[in-house]
């Protein structure tokens, strides 16, 4: 079995910060990590290679230094990786990002899943997923609670709020987890040494074959306008004192005072 996992190095969201003037993350100084729902996407993929055999390669989009995504993959467990890096990338939005990741499914080539987190931490879109399986015309399933593989085919449990639903999907086929999927394991400092000798590939537009107006800014229909934090608004405390009866009421009276019953 061949599995392709997409990951994604993102800034550190206790450490974020906007730039007031811009309304832009502020990236400078600010810890980067591999994107939380990126790790339960390894995990799905590895625990399907343990229990039918095969390969999984980790694949990430960005400029060099995303790499420190992919070695996280790579002390996981994944076998190889691929960077994806060319600054005609540079500024791409989810459609442009996906085209690019499509492009390198087909040129890694004879995949059977592809596996995905649900959104990143940093863009919260949940649309690279998708996009990806509509430019390889692969059939998709997101929000997969619990993926198991038989016989050429996917069960997918999918989360849908308080529903669950039950989703067979012939492969190959690309799905989205969430978070409650699985417990990404910890990568062993044995596993960290391994990593270092296993195969990594970095890839240009040139050599992924991409049309680059269909890349970067000029691939993107869509922006970011504005970034910014809701404003910060004071309100008085009113502490209620006496009897569970006393203070019902002068909570009843406090909120008719505002008009808010």
Same mark, same amino acid.
């Given at each position: 079995?061949?599995?392709?996992?997409?990951?994604?190095?993102?800034?550190?969201?206790?450490?974020?910060?906007?730039?007031?003037?811009?309304?832009?993350?502020?990236?400078?100084?600010?810890?980067?990590?591999?994107?939380?729902?990126?790790?339960?996407?390894?995990?799905?993929?590895?625990?399907?290679?343990?229990?039918?055999?095969?390969?999984?390669?980790?694949?990430?989009?960005?400029?060099?230094?995303?790499?420190? !995504?992919?070695?996280?993959?790579?002390?996981?467990?994944?076998?190889?990786? =691929?960077?994806?890096?060319?600054?005609?990338? /540079?500024? !791409?939005?989810?459609?442009?990002?996906? =085209?690019?990741?499509?492009?390198?499914?087909?040129?890694?080539? /004879?995949?059977?899943?592809?596996?995905?987190?649900?959104?990143?931490?940093?863009?919260?879109?949940?649309?690279? /997923?998708?996009?990806?399986?509509?430019?390889?015309?692969?059939?998709?399933?997101?929000?997969?609670?619990?993926?198991?593989?038989?016989?050429?085919?996917?069960?997918?449990?999918?989360?849908?709020?308080?529903?669950?639903?039950?989703?067979?999907?012939?492969?190959?086929?690309?799905?989205?987890?969430?978070?409650?999927?699985?417990?990404?394991?910890?990568?062993?400092?044995?596993?960290?040494?391994?990593?270092?000798?296993?195969?990594?590939?970095?890839?240009?537009?040139?050599?992924?074959?991409?049309?680059?107006?269909?890349?970067?800014?000029?691939?993107?229909?869509?922006?970011?306008?504005?970034?910014?934090?809701?404003?910060?608004?004071?309100?008085?405390?009113?502490?209620?004192?006496?009897?569970?009866?006393?203070?019902?009421?002068?909570?009843?009276?406090?909120?008719?005072?505002?008009?808010?019953?």
């Amino acid at each position: 079995m061949k599995i392709i996992v997409f990951v994604k190095q993102v800034p550190d969201t206790d450490d974020v910060k906007l730039d007031p003037k811009t309304g832009n993350l502020c990236r400078e100084g600010v810890k980067s990590m591999l994107n939380p729902l990126d790790a339960n996407a390894v995990e799905a993929a590895l625990r399907l290679r343990e229990a039918h055999g095969g390969t999984v390669a980790a694949v990430t989009m960005g400029p060099p230094q995303a790499e420190e !995504a992919l070695k996280k993959a790579l002390a996981m467990g994944c076998d190889e990786a =691929y960077l994806l890096s060319d600054r005609a990338f /540079g500024g !791409a939005d989810t459609l442009a990002t996906s =085209y690019v990741l499509s492009k390198a499914a087909e040129k890694i080539g /004879g995949f059977d899943l592809l596996i995905f987190g649900r959104h990143a931490v940093d863009g919260d879109t949940a649309q690279t /997923g998708p996009a990806t399986a509509a430019f390889l015309d692969i059939p998709q399933v997101t929000l997969v609670s619990a993926l198991e593989v038989e016989d050429g085919w996917a069960r997918c449990e999918r989360e849908l709020g308080s529903v669950r639903q039950t989703v067979r999907v012939k492969l190959p086929a690309a799905v989205t987890v969430c978070g409650s999927i699985n417990k990404p394991r910890y990568a062993t400092p044995i596993n960290i040494m391994r990593a270092l000798k296993k195969p990594r590939t970095t890839w240009n537009a040139a050599d992924l074959g991409c049309d680059t107006s269909r890349t970067g800014v000029p691939g993107s229909p869509s922006c970011t306008k504005r970034v910014f934090e809701p404003e910060k608004l004071s309100a008085d405390t009113t502490y209620l004192s006496g009897s569970p009866s006393d203070m019902a009421k002068a909570l009843v009276e406090a909120l008719r005072d505002r008009h808010l019953i």
